[in-house]
């Protein structure tokens, strides 16, 4: 091997295997070693995304279709299969499958574009991540690759007859996978160092008989030299050649030189080795003639159409792959291993008996690394659940590079983009420079980052890697990704559109969770304040337009639960208060209030800034009861709704749904004995409510020394449950529902000059187009408010004590206290992934494969959201974005189990919260 003077990489873990996951953590954290330089963050899906669009008209599905990924060069980054990247993504790696059969080498998920699915776009393959250590020490996923013809035709025509009411037509449907006529192709990782990656690829024939395979690790660069620009990212062509013994060489300008190990046939024969260039196929594409003789596609040439001379004969290129063949018998398995490294970390003998040794180490020290994250009295089916969506959260990481101004200006060396552009998508946002790895809600069907799916991916992120998810938080509210007017970045198809505001909580949350009381990082605390408060006053600016402490105006992240679009501007003389958009608000004051006190713990002059927002809040409170006159409380309904004014008419929108609930969300706690030692914080509050006696109401005292600040009076918070906590209204048996099942019998119906406008009760997909019919919140169960209401009780509990009780369920003679409905809820969430007497998993539907196939029955999907009636996922299948938050659930019932086993040994506990005061313990 053309190595010059070696190294031997480390192989031995740590004798105490715990501490080995923990160790790397703490080097990279400490700057002393880089082992989250190399990941999985290559995309699932680069193509169809808004940063390949230079399209006049935004239509990016039909811009850039998967027909052309397989030819042309990406602009702005990489896709692979189950693939693996540094953190710049200039050098790649994945596995490529071919059956023998198919029209197209496998090089990348298939799936349904927006216009071609009939609930929006969908991936349409079977994959799943099962294990990642937070440095990616250790990985493994599952992709199944079917034996037979994939059915790319079928799965399109089908879907596209479908309508609205259909439910989607899925690759299981077509019966590919029957009779086990598939490849189980697994995929790992392990790191022998910072740069030194094995890499083990597993093919098991799961059919009754010997079927053809082949396969073609490959490694490539991504395109960063035909673009015309030069500096960051940009440089001289890097080169991938051959080694004399077979070896592949990858020389690039900033990375160094890597190279690839490939492992022999049984009888010692080295596979091909196959070059090209990673540039477009223009003749094919775009019937004008190719800069390169050797093209991206080429590797789809030389297998499928035994074109030799497609692949580049001197064997150099930017893009090249071994190429195995082989007939592998029923049941039998065909086994490769690779190895990627730095030559600095040059192992003396690559693929020897030290690889299967490392991977040993690995596996193990995750199998310890979990062993000390997870809670000991979990059951085996929740643990493994769980392991699971923290393996979905780590393998979401992904680089994303978007720079908007050189995107709105296209590259030198390319045609000029129309002009229309510029009048187009994110214009105004020309500032955004991201060129990072970043969390994604779902790596196929949201290949981007979402403002608040990234705060509550942080708040898991944090229990297994602190450090990056408090990174992470930062990143976003840098000057580089937040406007200048103090907005966050929505995501790539409107950067300017509204989310709800999270973040605060967020950075909050994971505050509290990464470090005891007394040992917390402030540094990060007073960072994450100083942008929070130019967030804060965008919000105030530019979505309370009159001024009145009402917020309206965006979706809000709640998509189509409304009667209409509240993103879209409203008629002449219309004026609309959402409830849910100014319960957010009051939502991110509390939580500005507690950082700022936590603060002013230490520093006095975070007191005025406490006061402020203490003050902010009363005065969204007050308003949400004086709109109109009467609010948006509805006295006769018991539950608060939207509201507007028409031509100085005032009605409410008499939806039960997530909206009048969200008011929940607001509400916090404070310690009377904290407020004694903030002197100023406390003078200027007692004045406040003495002089202001009728705003003064949403503040309550206990006999305990606690101070209530809560959108909801007892009263309403009683009869906001009651819908809340009825099997017939919103409580699912799999937790909350985004809308009443009350409303299938009595839609509500708005007819108007503009038209009818109307809203049913849909516990599926979403059977209307607004906001692209992908996603839908009429019904269904989500995950993120969920966990949201779920703290709120908590909190609740806290102040009022043992004695608010609630019927739950309603009608059911069962009266809780508010922590005993909070983790009732949780239970019901958790049940989604875990088998019933069936063995069937509700998350997956019908399907008994996953209950009764072994090959099947320990995989787990973390879908968008959740039918509201059979708990059936539904939207994006690997949304661990957010629905990773099961895992904090999990916590929640394990710490109430182990209290309640105390409490029957005699030793009474108080029970546990999400939540947390000081005196409570740490999160």
Same mark, same amino acid.
């Given at each position: 091997m053309a190595v010059n003077g070696g190294k031997l990489s480390t192989r031995k873990s740590d004798s105490n295997p715990v501490a080995a996951e923990l160790r790397r953590l703490d080097e990279a954290n400490r700057l002393e070693k880089d082992w989250r330089r190399w990941g999985p963050y290559l995309p699932e899906r680069q193509w169809a995304t808004v940063r390949e669009d230079y399209s006049p008209d935004g239509t990016c599905w039909e811009y850039f279709p998967h027909d052309h990924a397989r030819s042309r060069a990406y602009r702005w980054g990489e896709d692979g299969l189950l693939g693996f990247c540094d953190r710049k993504c200039r050098l790649a790696f994945a596995p490529a499958l071919w059956n023998g059969k198919d029209p197209i080498l496998k090089e990348r998920l298939f799936g349904l574009t927006n216009g071609e699915g009939n609930h929006g776009e969908d991936v349409k393959e079977c994959y799943?991540?099962?294990?990642?250590?937070?440095?990616?020490?250790y990985q493994k996923a599952l992709y199944k690759c079917p034996q037979a013809e994939f059915p790319y035709a079928a799965l399109v025509e089908e879907n596209r007859r479908r309508g609205k009411q259909d439910p989607e037509f899925e690759i299981t449907d077509t019966g590919i996978f029957d009779d086990g006529r598939y490849f189980d192709v697994l995929v790992e990782y392990a790191k022998g160092g910072p740069n030194d990656i094995l890499i083990r690829i597993t093919a098991t024939n799961r059919g009754p008989e010997s079927a053809v395979l082949h396969l073609l690790p490959t490694i490539w660069f991504r395109n960063t030299w035909t673009w015309g620009r030069n500096g960051d990212g940009f440089g001289d062509k890097p080169r991938i050649s051959r080694a004399s013994d077979g070896t592949l060489i990858a020389e690039h300008p900033s990375l160094g030189r890597f190279f690839l190990a490939v492992s022999p046939y049984p009888d010692g024969q080295l596979p091909p080795l196959l070059f090209t260039e990673n540039e477009t196929n223009c003749a094919r594409l775009f019937q004008t003639p190719n800069s390169s003789r050797f093209v991206k596609d080429a590797f789809h040439e030389y297998v499928i159409h035994s074109r030799r001379q497609a692949v580049n004969p001197d064997q150099y290129g930017t893009k090249a792959a071994a190429h195995y063949v082989q007939e592998i018998s029923a049941g039998g398995v065909l086994s490769v291993s690779l190895r990627l490294f730095h030559e600095s970390e040059a192992p003396s003998n690559p693929l020897g008996g030290e690889f299967a040794e490392i991977f040993a180490d690995r596996i193990r020290e995750a199998d310890e690394f979990y062993r000390a994250k997870l809670p000991s009295n979990l059951a085996e089916e929740e643990q493994r659940v769980a392991r699971q969506a923290y393996a979905g959260l780590l393998w979401s990481k992904q680089f994303y590079e978007y720079v908007v101004k050189d995107w709105l200006a296209g590259d030198p060396a390319q045609p000029a983009p129309p002009a229309d552009r510029l009048a187009g998508r994110n214009r105004e946002w020309t500032h955004l420079h991201c060129r990072d790895v970043l969390a994604m809600p779902d790596k196929w069907e949201y290949p981007w980052f979402a403002a608040w799916d990234h705060a509550f991916q942080m708040v898991t992120l944090a229990q297994v890697d602190p450090q990056l998810a408090k990174e992470q938080l930062i990143l976003l509210l840098r000057e580089w990704y937040m406007h200048p007017s103090g907005a966050l970045p929505a995501h790539e198809f409107g950067l300017p559109d509204v989310n709800p505001p999270v973040h605060a909580w967020a950075c909050?949350?994971?505050? =509290?969770?990464?470090g005891r009381h007394g040992k917390r990082d402030r540094l990060f605390l007073e960072r994450v304040l100083q942008k929070l408060l130019i967030n804060f006053t965008w919000w105030v600016n530019r979505k309370d337009v009159n001024g =009145?402490?009402?917020?309206?105006?965006?979706?809000?992240?709640?998509?189509?639960?409304?009667?209409f679009d509240r993103s879209m501007q409203l008629p002449p003389g219309l004026t609309y208060a959402q409830a849910?958009?100014?319960?957010?608000m009051a939502f991110y004051c509390l939580t500005m209030l507690a950082i700022s006190l936590e603060l002013a713990r230490e520093d006095a002059a975070y007191e005025d800034i406490a006061s402020k927002f203490f003050e902010h809040y009363v005065a969204i409170a007050d308003a949400m009861n004086q709109f109109g006159g009467d609010g948006l409380w509805d006295e006769t309904d018991g539950f608060f709704y939207d509201a507007g004014q028409f031509h100085g008419h005032f009605r409410r929108v008499p939806v039960r749904s997530m909206v009048g609930i969200v008011p929940l969300f607001a509400v916090e706690i404070l310690e009377n004995e904290v407020i004694e030692r903030l002197p100023s914080f406390k003078k200027r509050m007692e004045w406040f409510l003495r002089h202001r006696p009728e705003i003064a109401g949403t503040v309550k005292d206990n006999d305990r020394g606690h101070r209530l600040l809560a959108i909801a009076s007892r009263e309403q918070l009683h009869r906001v449950l009651r819908y809340v906590l009825d099997e017939r209204e919103v409580l699912s048996p799999f937790g909350i529902r985004a809308l009443s099942r009350i409303h299938q019998d009595h839609p509500v119906i708005a007819r108007t000059r503009w038209g009818e406008f109307r809203v049913d009760y849909e516990p599926g997909e979403s059977t209307t187009s607004l906001f692209g019919g992908n996603s839908n919140w009429r019904g269904p169960v989500w995950f993120p408010l969920n966990y949201l209401l779920i703290e709120a009780l908590e909190r609740y509990h806290y102040f009022y004590g043992d004695d608010f009780r609630v019927e739950c369920p309603a009608g059911s003679g069962r009266t809780m206290n508010l922590a005993e409905a909070a983790e009732e809820v949780a239970a019901r969430l958790t049940r989604l992934f875990l088998p019933n007497g069936d063995g069937q998993r509700p998350c997956h539907g019908p399907d008994t494969r996953f209950a009764k196939d072994p090959h099947w029955r320990d995989l787990t999907l973390f879908h968008e959201y959740f039918h509201g009636d059979t708990g059936r996922g539904c939207g994006a299948s690997h949304q661990t974005g957010w629905t990773a938050l099961v895992t904090r659930l999990f916590h929640k019932l394990s710490s109430?189990?182990?209290?309640?086993?105390?409490?029957?040994?005699?030793?009474?506990r108080q029970r546990g919260h999400f939540w947390s005061h000081e005196k409570n313990a740490d999160e």
């Amino acid at each position: 091997m053309a190595v010059n003077g070696g190294k031997l990489s480390t192989r031995k873990s740590d004798s105490n295997p715990v501490a080995a996951e923990l160790r790397r953590l703490d080097e990279a954290n400490r700057l002393e070693k880089d082992w989250r330089r190399w990941g999985p963050y290559l995309p699932e899906r680069q193509w169809a995304t808004v940063r390949e669009d230079y399209s006049p008209d935004g239509t990016c599905w039909e811009y850039f279709p998967h027909d052309h990924a397989r030819s042309r060069a990406y602009r702005w980054g990489e896709d692979g299969l189950l693939g693996f990247c540094d953190r710049k993504c200039r050098l790649a790696f994945a596995p490529a499958l071919w059956n023998g059969k198919d029209p197209i080498l496998k090089e990348r998920l298939f799936g349904l574009t927006n216009g071609e699915g009939n609930h929006g776009e969908d991936v349409k393959e079977c994959y799943f991540y099962l294990d990642a250590t937070p440095t990616h020490s250790y990985q493994k996923a599952l992709y199944k690759c079917p034996q037979a013809e994939f059915p790319y035709a079928a799965l399109v025509e089908e879907n596209r007859r479908r309508g609205k009411q259909d439910p989607e037509f899925e690759i299981t449907d077509t019966g590919i996978f029957d009779d086990g006529r598939y490849f189980d192709v697994l995929v790992e990782y392990a790191k022998g160092g910072p740069n030194d990656i094995l890499i083990r690829i597993t093919a098991t024939n799961r059919g009754p008989e010997s079927a053809v395979l082949h396969l073609l690790p490959t490694i490539w660069f991504r395109n960063t030299w035909t673009w015309g620009r030069n500096g960051d990212g940009f440089g001289d062509k890097p080169r991938i050649s051959r080694a004399s013994d077979g070896t592949l060489i990858a020389e690039h300008p900033s990375l160094g030189r890597f190279f690839l190990a490939v492992s022999p046939y049984p009888d010692g024969q080295l596979p091909p080795l196959l070059f090209t260039e990673n540039e477009t196929n223009c003749a094919r594409l775009f019937q004008t003639p190719n800069s390169s003789r050797f093209v991206k596609d080429a590797f789809h040439e030389y297998v499928i159409h035994s074109r030799r001379q497609a692949v580049n004969p001197d064997q150099y290129g930017t893009k090249a792959a071994a190429h195995y063949v082989q007939e592998i018998s029923a049941g039998g398995v065909l086994s490769v291993s690779l190895r990627l490294f730095h030559e600095s970390e040059a192992p003396s003998n690559p693929l020897g008996g030290e690889f299967a040794e490392i991977f040993a180490d690995r596996i193990r020290e995750a199998d310890e690394f979990y062993r000390a994250k997870l809670p000991s009295n979990l059951a085996e089916e929740e643990q493994r659940v769980a392991r699971q969506a923290y393996a979905g959260l780590l393998w979401s990481k992904q680089f994303y590079e978007y720079v908007v101004k050189d995107w709105l200006a296209g590259d030198p060396a390319q045609p000029a983009p129309p002009a229309d552009r510029l009048a187009g998508r994110n214009r105004e946002w020309t500032h955004l420079h991201c060129r990072d790895v970043l969390a994604m809600p779902d790596k196929w069907e949201y290949p981007w980052f979402a403002a608040w799916d990234h705060a509550f991916q942080m708040v898991t992120l944090a229990q297994v890697d602190p450090q990056l998810a408090k990174e992470q938080l930062i990143l976003l509210l840098r000057e580089w990704y937040m406007h200048p007017s103090g907005a966050l970045p929505a995501h790539e198809f409107g950067l300017p559109d509204v989310n709800p505001p999270v973040h605060a909580w967020a950075c909050w949350r994971v505050y =509290k969770m990464t470090g005891r009381h007394g040992k917390r990082d402030r540094l990060f605390l007073e960072r994450v304040l100083q942008k929070l408060l130019i967030n804060f006053t965008w919000w105030v600016n530019r979505k309370d337009v009159n001024g =009145k402490n009402l917020f309206a105006g965006g979706f809000l992240g709640l998509d189509n639960i409304s009667l209409f679009d509240r993103s879209m501007q409203l008629p002449p003389g219309l004026t609309y208060a959402q409830a849910d958009g100014t319960a957010w608000m009051a939502f991110y004051c509390l939580t500005m209030l507690a950082i700022s006190l936590e603060l002013a713990r230490e520093d006095a002059a975070y007191e005025d800034i406490a006061s402020k927002f203490f003050e902010h809040y009363v005065a969204i409170a007050d308003a949400m009861n004086q709109f109109g006159g009467d609010g948006l409380w509805d006295e006769t309904d018991g539950f608060f709704y939207d509201a507007g004014q028409f031509h100085g008419h005032f009605r409410r929108v008499p939806v039960r749904s997530m909206v009048g609930i969200v008011p929940l969300f607001a509400v916090e706690i404070l310690e009377n004995e904290v407020i004694e030692r903030l002197p100023s914080f406390k003078k200027r509050m007692e004045w406040f409510l003495r002089h202001r006696p009728e705003i003064a109401g949403t503040v309550k005292d206990n006999d305990r020394g606690h101070r209530l600040l809560a959108i909801a009076s007892r009263e309403q918070l009683h009869r906001v449950l009651r819908y809340v906590l009825d099997e017939r209204e919103v409580l699912s048996p799999f937790g909350i529902r985004a809308l009443s099942r009350i409303h299938q019998d009595h839609p509500v119906i708005a007819r108007t000059r503009w038209g009818e406008f109307r809203v049913d009760y849909e516990p599926g997909e979403s059977t209307t187009s607004l906001f692209g019919g992908n996603s839908n919140w009429r019904g269904p169960v989500w995950f993120p408010l969920n966990y949201l209401l779920i703290e709120a009780l908590e909190r609740y509990h806290y102040f009022y004590g043992d004695d608010f009780r609630v019927e739950c369920p309603a009608g059911s003679g069962r009266t809780m206290n508010l922590a005993e409905a909070a983790e009732e809820v949780a239970a019901r969430l958790t049940r989604l992934f875990l088998p019933n007497g069936d063995g069937q998993r509700p998350c997956h539907g019908p399907d008994t494969r996953f209950a009764k196939d072994p090959h099947w029955r320990d995989l787990t999907l973390f879908h968008e959201y959740f039918h509201g009636d059979t708990g059936r996922g539904c939207g994006a299948s690997h949304q661990t974005g957010w629905t990773a938050l099961v895992t904090r659930l999990f916590h929640k019932l394990s710490s109430n189990r182990s209290r309640a086993v105390a409490a029957t040994g005699g030793h009474s506990r108080q029970r546990g919260h999400f939540w947390s005061h000081e005196k409570n313990a740490d999160e």
